[in-house]
Structures are given as structure tokens and as C-alpha cells.
């Protein structure tokens, strides 16, 4: 599935590595490509280390392209060109089992490099050893939103960004349980992977996070790689004394106004996401509060007396999804005990890998997944509109409606709509 390329690029894939907390010389120069890719600044030799050392305990396996010269005072042909990165973690689809995903990060291409075919041979390559290797899916997070629908990737759900004022517009109408204290940031490091693992086994859309998040969100691991003395933290505790969330957060003093920016916020339990929104909200010496990351369907709206104290000021897609395996990955998701139906669809996928007329039966809160060629197809489908609906997040209506899905046998569309509702909200913390 290589494209062929004219020019003279070399493609190396290889293990991020830091031996000693040092990063090799390959992974180094491959930190700063992406770097300066994604318009960061220049990352000093201490935080290239400390990078290193968090993608090697990922188990990122890292792919760069390179030419094999560069004219005078151009970047030396040892930093390459374009940027991959590739790793495996847990994604929650609501099915029994957290199950193993492809995903893929740090994908750039420098601009004097670009529409030569980089990108879709990096994709498709790694697409291709990720099947080749039993993958159902592969996911990642994005920067542009118009790339990678053509590599079978639909959006799978969004969050939002909210603010909410602070003080006596911050008012809960029903109860709480257990309770919040305020603790050391740094205390988070080994605090904050026990509360996200319960709510990763518990949420479907979660995938199980990177090295990075535990520093960064106990104020470990600034921009530069050195402590963040700006972050602070707060735990809710359950009514049985154990820590079943945190937020951390950092407070922005304006010349006006006073904003308390949420960080992070994970909570293992319902009790403790309104648990510490309520302390957050009762902040002193702060008029709002911001948070970039929640659920899209947010409880808090409906909990607090005032709904439109919530006020979203941007969308953005969190999860894109795209399915290597149709029929691992739809019997490897969680249904909802009550479901029971089928439906024949039929996907079209220009790389190959969902290719094809799949019969999904569900009953029982399991489906069995057969091929469906000896019928005439009730849907068609392409396969990132598949990526899409496969958690339930995204309605298989709204689709239809938007001419995304064809039907062919009347009702089809609501009768998959129905079979994909998902055992509980979709929603996810990570970014990767």
C-alpha cells in the first residue's frame, strides 16, 4: 500500500530511546522536528531528555523521514522532514475488556516537504503493520481536522470548552457526598494514575494515558521541562475516606477579573466530578472558572440552579477512530443489555482494511459479527463514518441526515442507531 515517492527520502522507524535519561542522538533530533512541526519553541537539551525518557516508557516507536542532503545553512538532513509516532494503549469501548489500540501521535511534515506523499506513506505503512499485527482499531488526536478522513479516521466524540462564574451564581441544587481538601500538586504523581485507571475502566471513549500527564498535572513538568510553581490541586475523597478524583489548576489574575483555569480533572465516580466542581466554584478571590475538556453532555449543567451559568465557548473533536478489524472491533464493544437487532452494512474503504458486507447481530449486550455477502446490505457506508459511530457517540441519524450513510432497507438507520447505544456516556481526558 506504499505510495511511491519521487525525491530522495529515506523512511527509518526506531524505538524512542533514552539510555541513562539521555536521549540518543536519533531521538533527539526526531523531539526537535516535531517541535518545531507543531510551533513550539525550542525545547532545551534538559527537557529533550526528560521527553525522551517519557516516550521510551510509552513505547513509542518513531518514524522520520530524511534527506539525504541539505543545501547550505538549511536544518541538517539528521532532523527529519516529517515526524510519526505509533504506541499501544487500552481504549474503553464499553465491552467487558478495555481493549488494545494503535495509536499515533507526533505526526508532522515540514512545509518546504509537503504534497510529496510523506504523510500518506508514513499512514499507510503503519496502518498496514498495525493490522498485520491483530489491531481492531487505531485512534488518534488531531491538530487540523480536514486530513485524515481519507485515511478511514471519523471523529468518534468531542469536548467542550466551558467557563462558569464563580460565587453566588455557582449553586448546586442537589447534594453532594464525601468531601474535598486541598493538597500538595506534586502529591498528584502518584495519586492521579490510581483515580484515572477507575475511570478508565469505568468510561467508554477513555484511552489509558501517556507517561506525561502524571508530572505535568502535578506540576512537575513545565513548559521547559522544570517544576510549574503555578499549579495547585484539589482531591475528593468518598464518603469511605478513599480519593476518587482531583483536579489541578492554575489561578490567572487579570487586571479585572480572576479566572481559575482546570487543568486536569478526573473523576472515578458521578459523586466526585460534582463533588469537586462544587469546591471549585466556591473559590475565593475568583470569578470564573475554565475548563478545556469536558464532557460534551456535561452533568454540571443539569445539576446546578442556574443552567446557563455553563457557558460553552468552543466544541472540539477529542477521539478519532479508525477500524482495521470490523468484526474484532464491534465484538470486542459493550451494548446495552436491552439492545437486540441486526443490521447488514456495507463499507467502502480505499485502503482496504474495512473493506467489505458485515451481518452485526446483538443480543444479550454481545454481537456476533459474520459476513453479510449472501444479503443485500441495509447500509453503506465509508469506513470513517464507521470510525464515527463505533462508540455511539456520534448518532447514526445525524449521519443519515448529513448524507453520510445510505439506506437501503427503510428504518435500518434508527434500527443501528438503537443497537449502538453506548452502556454509558462517551468521554475521554487524554490527549495524545
Not at 530522495?8 to 531521538?27: I, M
Not at 533530533?29 to 517519557?54: C, K, P, Q, Y
Not at 518513531?62 to 536544518?75: D, K, N, R
Not at 450513510?405 to 434500527?415: F, K, N, Q
Amino acid at each position: 500500500m506504499a505510495t511511491e515517492i519521487d525525491h530522495p527520502y529515506e523512511f527509518r522507524t526506531f524505538p524512542a530511546a533514552a539510555p541513562d535519561g539521555r536521549a540518543d542522538e536519533a531521538t533527539r533530533n526526531w523531539l526537535a522536528a516535531e517541535a518545531r512541526g507543531f510551533h513550539e519553541s525550542r525545547m532545551t537539551a534538559e527537557a529533550i531528555d526528560l521527553a525522551a525518557a517519557v516516550i521510551a516508557a510509552d513505547g513509542r516507536r518513531l518514524t522520520g523521514v530524511y534527506t539525504t542532503s541539505a543545501p547550505e545553512s538549511a536544518l541538517a538532513p539528521e532532523v527529519p522532514v516529517a515526524t510519526f509516532a505509533a504506541y499501544e494503549h487500552t481504549l474503553n469501548v464499553g465491552g467487558a475488556e478495555l481493549l488494545p489500540a494503535h495509536l499515533i501521535a507526533g505526526v508532522t511534515v515540514r512545509p518546504t516537504h509537503r504534497r510529496r506523499g510523506l504523510l500518506r506513506r508514513m499512514m499507510t505503512d503503519d496502518l498496514t503493520a498495525a493490522h498485520a499485527a491483530g489491531h481492531a482499531l487505531a485512534a488518534l488526536t488531531v491538530s487540523e481536522a480536514t486530513i485524515y478522513r481519507r485515511f478511514g479516521f471519523g471523529t468518534a466524540y468531542s469536548v467542550d470548552s466551558i467557563t462558569v462564574p464563580a460565587g453566588h451564581r455557582f449553586r448546586l441544587t442537589v447534594p453532594t457526598t464525601g468531601r474535598c481538601e486541598l493538597i500538595d500538586a506534586h502529591e498528584l504523581v502518584s495519586i492521579a494514575p490510581r483515580v484515572f485507571s477507575a475511570f478508565h475502566a469505568r468510561t467508554p471513549g477513555s484511552v489509558d494515558r501517556q507517561q506525561a500527564y502524571w508530572r505535568r498535572s502535578a506540576g512537575l513538568a513545565g513548559p521547559n521541562g522544570g517544576a510549574d510553581d503555578t499549579v495547585r490541586a484539589i482531591v475528593h475523597y468518598s464518603e469511605d475516606g478513599a480519593i476518587d478524583g482531583y483536579a489541578a489548576y492554575r489561578v490567572h489574575e487579570g487586571e479585572r477579573t480572576t479566572e481559575l483555569e482546570v487543568i486536569d480533572l478526573v473523576a472515578a465516580t458521578d459523586g466526585a466530578y460534582l463533588g469537586l466542581w462544587e469546591l471549585l466554584g466556591s473559590m475565593d478571590l475568583v470569578d470564573t472558572v475554565r475548563f478545556d475538556a469536558a464532557p460534551a453532555d456535561d452533568p454540571l449543567r443539569w445539576a446546578l440552579a442556574d443552567w446557563r451559568a455553563v457557558r460553552t465557548t468552543s466544541r472540539s473533536d477529542r477521539l478519532w477512530i479508525r477500524l482495521l478489524d470490523v468484526v474484532a472491533a464491534f465484538e470486542a464493544r459493550g451494548y446495552l443489555p436491552g439492545a437486540e437487532g441486526e443490521v447488514v452494512i456495507e463499507v467502502a474503504d480505499d485502503l482496504g482494511f474495512a473493506t467489505g458486507r458485515y451481518r452485526i447481530r446483538v443480543a444479550g449486550g454481545r454481537a456476533h459479527v459474520t459476513d453479510g455477502e449472501a444479503a443485500a446490505p441495509d447500509l453503506e457506508l465509508e469506513a470513517w463514518v464507521l470510525g464515527s459511530l463505533y462508540l455511539g457517540a456520534v448518532d447514526a441519524r445525524t449521519l443519515a441526515s448529513a448524507g453520510r450513510i445510505v439506506e437501503r432497507t427503510p428504518g435500518a438507520v434508527g434500527r443501528l442507531a438503537g443497537l449502538l447505544t453506548p452502556v454509558r456516556p462517551v468521554y475521554g481526558v487524554t490527549h495524545f
